[in-house]
């Protein structure tokens, strides 16, 4: 069996700025040809091309890992701006609490520099591979419910507009850069730094939960109530036989203790948590094996302890996937809170409780807290909101892919009855109509488009597709 499971391959997809001479994102299914892929290397080799390609009619997109599925980070005939090699921690201050660093630097970046000092961030994705960049530019969220959205956390940034100006921007900026930026999608011109406000690294004691899904919205509301919690998300079952009905909580409650020694954690396991992923994959009885499995695992972690840092570095290698002619995607939906039963009621008329005979299958929801946010114009939580993080495998055939974008249209008409909305930095299964049920900003957001970016330097295919 030990044989067996380390010689699983833990192979990485094969995407991103070189592939067959094209460009692509994480899915690969949206593959251009572009002009040409620049690293950034310094702030004025960055500003030249930008008064350059004003100056020619030439477009530019921003890219860092590539996570957004849906083309966001690239352009036909366009100019990449690779921000990977634009890393640097600029400046700590302890006192403060903040930190200065450019946008191509890793949340892990961010994490090895505050460990030291017994910092840790504020809010962020629950892994840490993704650069602060594009993060922002997806206005991201994480497991954290006190500190509100990840925007809230920048005090200030650097920002190459799209005339090619380098601006000092505060949260009181009369231009309003912020409310575009972030969640901006690259739009808007190039993130070059931020400071960031960050907390304590504290030491959490974690709570583990079996619930129905019928309790979980009054669990919810007064888990807010008791604020003893600083962290916290769930997974909603996708087996057969409790299929939607059962899920599990994962709280980080406050120990009142912090922490500068414990090291960050870093990939353990992947192989033996692929073997169980794998077989859960293939949906039916081995679906119910798999959320069986992950049941047991959460129950032993009850009890323990774990810094905030921690918290924020997921395991993400063993949900690599490279099996030809197939991918997995994800989505994500967002309902308000009080809306949640319901809304998981009425789901299991949408997609199938047993997807082992589908070629669309669905293989995991986990449940995230969304705060209100009035400040991003492409906001997706206008109220407070649950958001479903969804991953969905599907094959790569031109019947197979129409109808995984039934499914999916189905999904958000349904999510849109309930008063919610759809995430963005994934793969345009949406239609645009549905873009535009969900985010009413819509209009203010490309007229500001049009005053900030007067030759409309700045384009993406997503930008293409719902908004050109």
Same mark, same amino acid.
Request: hydrophobic residues 35%.
């Given at each position: 069996?030990?044989?067996?499971?380390?010689? !699983?391959?833990?192979?990485?997809?094969?995407?991103?700025?070189?592939?067959?001479?094209?460009?692509?994102?994480?899915? $690969?299914?949206?593959?251009?040809?572009?002009?040409?892929?620049?690293?950034?290397?310094?702030?004025?080799?960055?500003? @030249?091309?930008?008064?350059?390609?004003?100056?020619?009619?030439?477009?530019?997109?921003?890219?860092?890992?590539?996570?957004?599925?849906?083309?966001?980070?690239?352009?036909?005939?366009?100019?990449?701006?690779?921000?990977?090699?634009?890393?640097?921690?600029?400046?700590?201050?302890? @006192? *403060?609490?903040?930190?200065?660093?450019?946008?191509?630097?890793?949340?892990?970046? =961010?994490?090895?520099?505050?460990? %030291?000092?017994?910092?840790?961030?504020?809010?962020?994705?629950?892994?840490? !591979?993704?650069?602060?960049? *594009?993060?922002?530019?997806?206005?991201?969220? *994480?497991?954290?419910?006190?500190?509100?959205?990840?925007?809230?956390?920048?005090?200030?940034?650097?920002?190459?507009?799209?005339?090619?100006? !380098?601006?000092? =921007?505060?949260?009181?900026?009369?231009?309003?850069?912020?409310?575009?930026?972030?969640?901006?999608?690259?739009?808007?011109?190039?993130?070059? &730094?931020?400071?960031?406000? =960050?907390?304590?690294?504290?030491?959490?004691?974690?709570?583990?939960?079996?619930?129905?899904?019928?309790?979980?919205?009054?669990?919810?509301?007064?888990?807010?109530?008791?604020?003893?919690?600083?962290?916290? +998300?769930?997974?909603?079952?996708?087996?057969?036989?409790?299929?939607?009905?059962?899920?599990?909580? !994962?709280?980080?409650?406050?120990?009142?203790?912090? &922490? &500068?020694?414990? %090291?960050?954690?870093?990939?353990? *396991?992947?192989?033996?948590?692929?073997?169980?992923?794998?077989?859960?994959?293939?949906?039916?009885?081995?679906?119910?094996?798999?959320?069986?499995?992950?049941?047991?695992?959460?129950?032993?972690?009850? $009890?323990?302890?774990?810094?905030?840092?921690?918290?924020?570095?997921?395991?993400?290698?063993?949900?690599? +996937?490279? #099996?030809?002619?197939?991918?997995?995607?994800?989505?994500?939906?967002?309902? %308000?809170?009080?809306?949640?039963?319901?809304?998981?009621?009425?789901?299991?008329?949408?997609?199938?409780?047993?997807?082992?005979?589908?070629?669309?299958?669905?293989?995991?929801?986990?449940?995230?807290?969304?705060?209100?946010?009035?400040?991003?114009? /492409?906001?997706?939580?206008? #109220?407070?909101?649950?958001?479903?993080?969804?991953?969905?495998?599907? $094959?790569?055939?031109?019947?197979?892919?129409?109808?995984?974008?039934?499914?999916?249209?189905?999904?958000? &008409?349904?999510? /849109?009855?309930?008063?919610?909305?759809?995430?963005?930095?994934?793969?345009?299964?949406?239609?645009?109509?549905?873009?535009?049920?969900? +985010?009413?900003?819509?209009?203010?957001?490309?007229?500001?488009?049009?005053?900030?970016? %007067?030759?409309?330097?700045?384009?993406?295919?997503?930008?293409?597709?719902?908004?050109?």
């Amino acid at each position: 069996m030990t044989l067996i499971i380390w010689n !699983i391959p833990i192979e990485k997809r094969k995407y991103g700025l070189s592939q067959n001479s094209l460009v692509t994102d994480y899915t $690969g299914l949206l593959p251009e040809r572009v002009e040409r892929v620049v690293i950034a290397k310094n702030r004025n080799e960055l500003q @030249r091309i930008v008064k350059e390609a004003n100056q020619k009619g030439q477009k530019i997109a921003v890219a860092g890992l590539q996570h957004s599925q849906g083309g966001h980070t690239y352009y036909k005939n366009g100019v990449v701006l690779d921000m990977r090699s634009f890393n640097q921690i600029l400046e700590i201050d302890e @006192r *403060g609490k903040t930190i200065r660093v450019e946008a191509g630097a890793t949340w892990e970046d =961010v994490q090895e520099a505050l460990m %030291p000092y017994g910092l840790a961030v504020k809010v962020t994705q629950s892994q840490s !591979i993704f650069t602060i960049g *594009g993060s922002l530019s997806v206005n991201a969220h *994480g497991r954290d419910i006190r500190f509100g959205s990840m925007a809230e956390t920048v005090k200030e940034m650097t920002l190459l507009t799209p005339t090619g100006e !380098i601006k000092n =921007v505060t949260r009181d900026d009369p231009d309003e850069w912020m409310k575009y930026v972030f969640g901006g999608y690259g739009l808007f011109g190039v993130i070059l &730094d931020v400071t960031l406000e =960050v907390t304590e690294n504290d030491i959490y004691t974690i709570h583990t939960e079996k619930l129905k899904t019928s309790e979980y919205e009054s669990y919810f509301n007064q888990l807010m109530d008791r604020r003893n919690t600083a962290m916290h +998300y769930a997974r909603v079952s996708v087996a057969p036989g409790s299929f939607l009905d059962e899920m599990y909580v !994962i709280n980080y409650d406050y120990s009142e203790k912090q &922490d &500068d020694k414990t %090291p960050l954690k870093h990939e353990q *396991g992947a192989r033996l948590t692929k073997l169980v992923l794998n077989l859960g994959r293939q949906g039916g009885a081995l679906e119910d094996l798999f959320w069986g499995t992950q049941k047991r695992y959460i129950a032993s972690i009850d $009890g323990n302890e774990i810094t905030r840092n921690n918290v924020m570095r997921s395991e993400s290698l063993f949900m690599e +996937y490279t #099996k030809p002619g197939r991918i997995e995607v994800l989505q994500e939906f967002f309902v %308000p809170v009080d809306v949640y039963e319901d809304y998981i009621n009425d789901l299991k008329q949408v997609i199938p409780a047993n997807d082992k005979k589908h070629d669309f299958k669905v293989h995991n929801i986990t449940v995230r807290y969304a705060a209100h946010d009035d400040f991003t114009t /492409l906001n997706y939580a206008n #109220k407070d909101m649950l958001g479903l993080v969804v991953l969905i495998q599907h $094959g790569l055939k031109e019947e197979e892919i129409a109808q995984a974008t039934s499914y999916i249209q189905s999904w958000t &008409d349904l999510t /849109l009855q309930h008063g919610g909305t759809y995430y963005l930095p994934y793969y345009r299964y949406q239609t645009k109509e549905q873009f535009r049920s969900s +985010y009413p900003g819509w209009g203010k957001f490309k007229e500001e488009k049009s005053r900030l970016d %007067p030759n409309t330097v700045f384009q993406n295919m997503f930008y293409e597709y719902y908004l050109k």
